[in-house]
Nanobody, 116 residues
Framework: QVQLVESGGGLVQAGGSLRLSCVAS????????MAWYRQAPGKQRELVAS???????NYGDSVKGRFTISRDNAKNTVYLQMNSLKPEDTAVYYC??????????WGQGTQVTVSS
């Protein structure tokens, strides 16, 4: 069973930065793509960013130019660097990996709160 563990969330003022980490219990080469999603209260979960094994990246429109997804294969870790944070970025952020047979694995989530 693949486990994904997120960390790095917290409380930050608007304009600040945070870096989220997602550590996988298996080689992230076996998970393709890996992605970050977020869910704010009363809203649907939405894609924030994704990265493929070949390091192709994709971003949600609301975070383009502010967030950067990256991966460290040696550490089995995917990162989400979040800059110029806004109050509307407040949400629980989840890591997702897609394994063989398109099976999805999710982390438990980490809370990000941006104060105005």
């Amino acid at each position: 069973q693949v486990q994904l563990v997120e960390s790095g969330g917290g409380l930050v003022q608007a304009g600040g930065s945070l870096r989220l980490s997602c550590v996988a219990s298996t080689s992230i080469f076996s998970l393709n793509p890996m992605a970050w999603y977020r869910q704010a209260p009363g809203k649907q979960r939405e894609l924030v960013a994704s990265i493929t094994r070949g390091t192709f990246t994709n971003y949600g429109d609301s975070v383009k130019g502010r967030f950067t997804i990256s991966r460290d294969n040696a550490k089995n870790t995917v990162y989400l660097q979040m800059n110029s944070l806004k109050p509307e970025d407040t949400a629980v952020y989840y890591c997702k990996g897609v394994g063989s047979g398109y099976r999805e694995y999710w982390g438990q989530g980490t809370q990000v709160t941006v104060s105005s």
